[in-house]
T-cell receptor, first 113, second 115 residues
Framework: GNSVTQMEGPVTLSEEAFLTINCTYTATGYPSLFWYVQYPGEGLQLLLKATKADDKGSNKGFEATYRKETTSFHLEKGSVQVSDSAVYFCALSDGTSYDKVIFGPGTSLSVIP | DTGVSQDPRHKITKRGQNVTFRCDPISEHNRLYWYRQTLGQGPEFLTYFQNEAQLEKSRLLSDRFSAERPKGSFSTLEIQRTEQGDSAMYLC?????????????FGQGTRLTVV
């Protein structure tokens, strides 16, 4: 079945450091890929998405590129801020089953001043 | 519109009791999903409604769980004879239309603690 794997956390970075959170997926067909973010005490929010191979999603300085050949969708940010501290979920929607979203386990990020 | 609303935000119940959660989706969103999130895990799909029709249920949804969406608006998720293993965050999401470019909007969830 469809699944998402992402790097385990927690990840702790100093402010202005470079961030990479790895994500790989297994899916039939051509899924859409997402990164969701969950800030402390808040609900899940869509951070960025990509719907086809080689698409790059970007938002708030975060980027991820849909790589079909490596089945990956790694999240990157060039310079993290304390306000980026949150849990990040990689996810996919395969479009064949009512577009339900399948999530990875999440990666907790803490950014220290 | 203030987004997807869930009520209550927190629920503590004794084992064996029944609980019911409510979700109000964004107006005119005809797709509604329920997920369960346990500590340290990503959300897991439970069930899906298109308008008032429940079209898919996960194997995670035992016979103690039931969900409804009367009139295709708000939805309720009921858990009967709660067990400690039911302790989790229950998330509701809605989306306006099918297709890969459709974003699912999530509520803040209902945290259930079974003691």
């Amino acid at each position: 079945g469809n699944s998402v794997t992402q790097m385990e956390g927690p990840v702790t970075l100093s402010e202005e450091a470079f961030l990479t959170i790895n994500c790989t997926y297994t899916a039939t067909g051509y899924p859409s890929l997402f990164w969701y973010v969950q800030y402390p005490g808040e609900g899940l929010q869509l951070l960025l998405k990509a719907t086809k191979a080689d698409d790059k999603g970007s938002n708030k300085g975060f980027e991820a590129t849909y790589r079909k050949e490596t089945t990956s969708f790694h999240l990157e940010k060039g310079s993290v801020q304390v306000s980026d501290s949150a849990v990040y979920f990689c996810a996919l929607s395969d479009g064949t089953s009512y577009d339900k979203v399948i999530f990875g386990p999440g990666t907790s990020l803490s950014v220290i001043p | 519109d203030t987004g997807v609303s869930q009520d209550p935000r927190h629920k503590i119940t004794k084992r064996g009791q029944n609980v019911t959660f409510r979700c109000d989706p964004i107006s005119e969103h005809n797709r509604l999903y329920w997920y369960r999130q346990t500590l340290g895990q990503g959300p897991e799909f439970l069930t899906y409604f298109q308008n008032e029709a429940q079209l898919e249920k996960s194997r995670l949804l035992s016979d103690r769980f039931s969900a409804e969406r009367p009139k295709g608006s708000f939805s309720t998720l009921e858990i009967q004879r709660t067990e400690q293993g039911d302790s989790a965050m229950y998330l509701c999401a809605s989306s306006p239309r099918p297709g890969p470019n459709t974003e699912a909007f999530f509520g803040q969830g209902t945290r259930l603690t079974v003691v």
